[in-house]
């Protein structure tokens, strides 16, 4: 069955560090790829995502993504996160680039510590 | 502009009852998904609506079922309730079909069955 992993369930960075969240995919054919936010009380909202052309797609508020098709994966990344950016961060996945339904991975906790 | 607006936003069930969950879409959009979160499984997607056609379906057995009205407002309706549908349902609605376009999520109607 198609899925999408996600290997950190919660990561605790100080300000001004460095992120990458990881994600991976087995799909083999085509794909879109999406990464969704949700901030503290606010809803699920786009952050960033990739239909083809350049791997790497940059997103709101810094945030960029990189699709590596020979290592199923659609990491994200920031290179100096704010607390503003604490939120839970989810992968989705359209297999074969035209249904209607994505897949999303179980998401990942960020908390940015003062 | 107003969100997509989900109600209730709490309900409590017993085991057996039915229940019918409300999204309203954001203005002009036309297509309505919905997708259950729970702790467990993340976010799956349980159906599509678009034009008040059913476009696409996830893998949830037949207790689960939707419907959209030509104003684009969608309903859910599960029956025969079980424990194991306690679960946040989302609706998400987007401007056309298929999940390439940008979703915009509501808040989504907590579900507890008892």
């Known amino acids: 069955a198609q899925s999408v992993s996600q290997h950190n369930h919660h990561v605790i960075l100080s300000e001004a560090a460095s992120l990458e969240l990881g994600c991976n995919y087995s799909?083999?054919?085509?794909?879109?790829l999406f990464w969704y936010v949700q901030y503290p009380g606010q809803h699920l909202q786009l952050l960033l995502k990739?239909?083809?052309?350049?791997?790497l797609v940059k997103g709101i508020k810094g945030f960029e993504a990189e699709f590596i098709k020979s290592k199923f994966s659609f990491n994200l990344r920031k290179p100096s996160v704010q607390w503003s950016d604490t939120a839970e961060y989810f992968c989705?996945?359209?297999?074969?680039?035209?249904?209607?339904?994505?897949?999303f991975g179980k998401g990942t906790k960020l908390s940015v510590k003062p | 502009k107003a969100g997509v607006t989900q109600t209730p936003r709490y309900l409590i069930k017993t085991r057996g009852q039915q229940v019918t969950l409300s999204c309203s879409p954001i203005?002009?959009?036309?297509?309505v998904s919905w997708y259950q979160q729970t702790p467990g499984q993340g976010l799956q997607f349980l159906f599509e609506?678009?034009?008040?056609?059913?476009?696409n379906k996830g893998n949830f057995p037949g207790r689960f079922s939707g419907r959209q009205f030509s104003n684009s407002r969608s309903e859910m309706n599960v029956s025969t309730l079980e424990l194991g549908d306690s679960a946040l349902y989302l609706c998400?609605?987007?401007?056309?079909?298929?999940?390439?376009?940008?979703?915009?999520f509501g808040s989504g109607t907590q579900l507890s069955v008892l």
């Open positions: 998400a609605s987007s401007l056309l079909t298929g999940a390439n376009e940008k979703l915009f």
């Open positions: 799909y083999g054919g085509t794909v879109n």
């Open positions: 990739y239909f083809s052309g350049d791997p």
């Open positions: 989705a996945v359209n297999p074969g680039g035209s249904q209607g339904n994505l897949i």
């Open positions: 203005s002009g959009h036309r297509s």
């Open positions: 609506y678009f034009s008040e056609t059913q476009r």
